[in-house]
């Protein structure tokens, strides 16, 4: 018996670890864990190579190509009745369909399978779209469709399959998932595609831990450079480079200038880390080219309970990435609050937010990773404010620049970066106003649940300058109290009515637009003026008076902004002829 540890570390690692313990769960695997390492019997990783993609093709189903060539097609071999809409459903699939089964990734999958009876590839080119001729209906091309289904039907039979589904949808978690994290090496380097992917993936990534557990280390002279094991020669197998992960370490047989003295025999990693950073794409959540991981280093626990997401399956829907996200915000708040009603001697203050993004991959400064950080205090932030951040989500609007801005994305990192909303508050407004060719915001209720989730942002750094005795402020408070906010917002909408009563409703972009300048230059006096004027116009008739709480926003930058911008949406429901009815408060 051969026990193995592996200590957590940096984020990357401790997303290996974490994919790691996922893909042993998923095959019900023994382990040992603490709170700071993973142990495990050496034995283990002996079908490891299997149960590496079985983890991936379970997880990722949903998302992979051969799902959908065999789950839609089993649907038009059932259809009985045919219209118009049916035929075009089909002519949709068989393209798909057929640019999937002539791919490559397909045909070199192609080859490592032991059966022979049907050539997909020749079968691929007896699937045609149907097409109905002038005068035709569906009964005129009848046979046509019988005798695509029964070609369809051949096809799906063979890839239904279990040792055909097994090759293809290891080939699809390949280039669907893994090589986004990791490539050129072992079954994703370019000579090894039409080889066996198992017996590729455990030639390169486990045979070496088996051949340096069999080895005296007694005498060696180097370290990995992550876990300080000893290492004999730096060369495979005995230890690697980081240049096969993406964007990670350079190469160092053919790039030495980055290292002191030319010098690189620092930067080496053992068999064991080189196998674990091949698991780093199960520990990330990851749709649609993004995802992310949760790097929550108190404890191997924390890891594998914060980064798991047993709705994922479900999510199909275009934003299911921010979906998850907002998600896993909720689920570290309970774990965090645990931990508190634990007593726990290591309290956790900041959680690490690693996010993957291969949207820009083409780019010359493309960089994958992001890593940002949430403290507490911004995580009840998440919390007071998670239906507004829920309703976000779907929420996207096109700017002047015809560039489409997701309102969700942009809220959170600013967050992340301990920013203020207001510019994007700015924006928001400025997309609906007269004459304007951005798509429009329409629900003012969701830019004002904006700046009530800045004001308590703005809060909690107040929390912070404030101290009492040596310890810091316990009770979260906002800058400005939500009574004041909502006070200015309903005297805003009273001044569009007072305008739209004295048929003066086109006064109100102008003066909009006005107060929307002094509020992005922070101009008090610029404000003040358009403002007072405003309420002046209106007061000759009808009771209008000037709110007394933006006196309060003569005294501080942050408060003119909150007060404004509340104000400004409230005017603004002037701007809609049919007026904007007022939605419910947030739910906190």
């Known amino acids: 018996m051969t026990m193995v540890r592996v200590e957590t570390g940096d984020a990357l690692l401790n997303a290996g670890i974490t994919g790691f313990v996922n893909i042993l769960e998923e095959a019900n695997i023994f382990y040992e864990s603490t709170s700071n390492y993973v142990e495990f019997d050496l034995y283990v990783l002996e079908d490891f190579h299997h149960y590496y993609f079985e983890y991936f093709e379970n997880r990722y189903k949903d998302l992979l190509s051969l799902t959908y060539i065999v789950s839609k097609g089993k649907e038009f071999l059932h259809k009985k009745e045919w219209d118009d809409k049916a035929i075009e459903d089909w002519n949709k699939y068989i393209e798909r369909a057929k640019k999937n089964l002539k791919s490559n990734s397909y045909a070199a999958a192609y080859k490592m399978i032991n059966r022979n009876e049907v050539d997909l590839l020749e079968m691929e080119k007896k699937l045609k779209k149907f097409k109905l001729k002038k005068n035709q209906t569906i009964p005129d091309i009848q046979s046509e469709i019988d005798e695509g289904k029964q070609f369809l039907h051949v096809i799906i039979e063979y890839l239904d399959k279990s040792e055909v589904k097994k090759y293809i949808l290891a080939k699809n978690t390949a280039y669907t998932i893994i090589d986004n994290f990791w490539s050129g090496v072992s079954f994703l380097h370019k000579s090894s595609t039409t080889l066996d992917i198992f017996e590729e993936y455990k030639k390169y990534f486990i045979d070496p831990i088996n051949i340096y557990f069999e080895e005296d280390h007694s005498k060696d002279k180097y370290v990995c450079f992550i876990s300080n094991q000893p290492i004999k020669k730096l060369s495979k197998p005995h230890a690697y480079d980081m240049a096969w992960l993406t964007k990670m370490g350079v190469d160092m047989s053919r790039k030495t200038s980055h290292f002191w003295n030319l010098q690189s025999n620092v930067c080496y990693i053992s ?50 990435i921010q979906l998850l996200e907002a998600k896993t915000y909720y689920q570290l708040i309970d774990f965090m609050e645990a931990q508190k009603n634990k007593q726990s001697k290591n309290e956790i203050d900041n959680i690490q937010i690693i996010k993957f993004s291969n949207l820009d991959n083409k780019t010359d400064n493309f960089r994958p990773y992001t890593y940002n950080v949430l403290s507490k205090d911004k995580l009840d932030v998440i919390k007071r404010h998670q239906t507004t951040l829920s309703n976000m989500i779907s929420k996207v609007v096109k700017t002047s620049d015809n560039t489409y801005l997701n309102i969700y994305q942009h809220v959170m990192d600013r967050l992340y970066k301990n920013k203020n909303q207001f510019d994007l508050i700015s924006l928001l407004c400025r997309t609906n106003l007269p004459n304007r060719a951005d798509e429009p915001i329409r629900s003012n209720r969701l830019i004002l649940d904006i700046v009530y989730l800045n004001n308590r942002f703005i809060g909690t750094i107040i929390q912070h300058q404030k101290k009492k005795g040596d310890d810091l402020m316990s009770e979260y408070y906002s800058y400005v109290s939500r009574d004041k906010i909502a006070s200015v917002e309903n005297a805003g909408r009273k001044l569009a009515q007072n305008y739209k009563f004295k048929n003066a409703s086109n006064k109100l972009g102008g003066i909009t637009y006005r107060l929307l300048n002094a509020l992005k230059t922070k101009d008090k006096g610029k404000f003040m003026d358009t403002f007072v004027n405003a309420h002046m116009y209106a007061g000759k008739e009808g009771d209008i008076t000037i709110p007394p709480q933006m006196i309060e926003a003569l005294t501080d930058e942050d408060k003119l902004q909150t007060l404004g911008y509340a104000f400004v949406l409230g005017l603004r429901s002037g701007l809609n002829p049919k007026g904007e009815k007022k939605e419910g408060a947030e739910n906190e």
């Not at 196998?275 to 108190?298: D, E, H, K, R």
């Open 271 to 320: 068999p064991l880390i080189n196998f674990i950073y091949s698991c780093i794409p199960a520990g990330f959540t990851f749709i649609n080219n993004q995802g992310y991981f949760v790097n929550c280093n108190s404890s191997i626990d924390g890891l594998i309970t914060l980064n798991k997401n047993y709705e994922m399956e479900a999510i199909k829907a275009d934003n299911s």
